[in-house]
């Protein structure tokens, strides 16, 4: 629904922007670090439900896993392969913040945050496509 679109869109958004400018702060203190993966994994958490609602919408199939759904998503030619990657590598990185036993590290933390620009690539991909 249009709503539930927009709602994931606001929140997509808003997660973003705060691990934006958490960044800008010492990510060696752990309560930045722990706010900046966790911003981070509920704006990549949005994308995935955005990519969800983009699949079913275009009926584009059944994707059984996450990776899937931008794959289907790429495939359809709606995103270039660039950003396909891009969603890869978030995808990779969402899986290793919910990991039990790996720590992410401040790199692959600063590497998340500049591939959350491509989510900027998707939200427009919604918007253009309710007109």
Same mark, same amino acid.
């Given at each position: 629904?249009?709503?539930r679109t927009a709602s994931t869109v606001i929140r997509i958004e808003k997660h973003k922007l705060k691990a934006e400018?958490? *960044?800008n702060k010492d990510l060696g203190e752990e309560t930045i670090f722990n706010a900046v993966a966790m911003h981070c994994f509920? *704006?990549? +958490?949005?994308?995935i439900e955005l990519g969800e609602l983009i699949v079913s919408e275009k009926k584009l199939g059944f994707p059984a896993k996450y990776r899937e759904i931008f794959e289907l998503i790429?495939? *359809?030619k709606l995103i270039e392969k660039e950003t396909f990657e891009s969603f890869k590598r978030l995808i990779f990185l969402r899986n290793l913040i919910a990991?039990?036993?790996?720590?992410i590290k401040e790199e692959e933390i600063r590497e998340m945050i500049e591939l959350l620009d491509s989510l900027d690539i998707l939200? !427009?991909?919604? !918007? +253009?496509?309710k007109k």
């Open positions: 629904s249009m709503i400018e958490l *960044a509920q *704006a990549v +958490n949005g994308a790429f495939r *359809a990991h039990e036993y790996y720590v939200i !427009k991909l919604v !918007k +253009n496509g």
